[in-house]
């Protein structure tokens, strides 16, 4: 069974930029693809970024592309979502996720964690 924990969320400006950090533990961290997701205010939860199994292959929505970038520390079992260039529209709570393969459909992953609040203001 794979915990995931996630931190970095908070209040930021338009423009500025966060880390998020997915620490995973109970688990083989390095034998799962791991992945972003996002869900706003009564809005649905969306897919943002993937990180195949060996971190060679990464995925983005076209809304984050060139602006976010995912990675994973296998020594710290630690997987990153770097943002930058944040819009109003990035205000979500950001939840982090395992599984076998990198997908951009939740039901793909077996684990997730609890979620951290990202805001953006103007």
Avoid: H
């Avoid at 908070?10 to 500025?16: I, R």
């Avoid at 990153?80 to 109003?88: A, C, R, T």
Wanted: proline fraction near 2%; charged fraction near 15%.
């Amino acid at each position: 069974q794979v915990q995931l924990v996630e931190s970095g969320g908070g209040l930021v400006q338009a423009g500025g930029s966060l880390r998020l950090s997915c620490a995973a533990s109970g688990g083989t961290f390095s034998s799962y693809a791991m992945a972003w997701f996002r869900q706003a205010p009564g809005k649905e939860r969306e897919f943002v970024s993937a990180s195949s199994v060996s971190g060679g292959s990464t995925y983005y929505s076209d809304s984050v592309k060139g602006r976010f970038t995912i990675s994973r520390d296998i020594a710290k079992n630690t997987a990153y979502l770097q943002m930058n260039s944040l819009k109003l529209e990035d205000t979500a709570v950001y939840y982090c996720a395992a599984g076998r393969f990198a997908r951009k459909a939740a039901p793909f992953y077996d684990y997730w964690g609890q979620g951290t609040q990202v805001t953006v203001s103007s």
